[in-house]
């Protein structure tokens, strides 16, 4: 399965809340890409790929405390870039 297609699977199954095979509602997103980044093989890639759909699909699933540390290590305010991207959107 390529890279995309298995990040595509694990943000859709993480994002249905009424699934069996769903993470526990408010968890997906964080559930999701903790098994992406421990799969083997390209990890990282499909973490970061269903990271980028969750978080975008369900941001408030996603762990505060992942968002506060991306925030620091990389001196970026992530509200404010969505926000602009929103407003390219428009």
């Known amino acids: 399965m390529s890279i995309t297609l298995a990040a595509i699977f694990l943000a859709a199954t ?27 093989g390209d990890s990282d890639s499909v973490a970061s790929i269903a990271g980028g759909i ?15 540390v991306v925030q620091q290590v990389n001196d970026f305010d992530l509200v404010a870039i969505a926000n602009q991207l929103a407003a390219l959107r428009h």
């Open 14 to 40: 993480a994002a249905r809340p009424h699934s069996s095979d769903a993470p526990p509602p408010g968890l997906p997103a964080e559930a999701a890409i903790l098994l992406a980044a421990n799969i083997g």
């Open 54 to 68: 969750l978080g975008a699909r369900c941001p408030s699933t996603v762990n505060e405390r992942w968002y506060a």
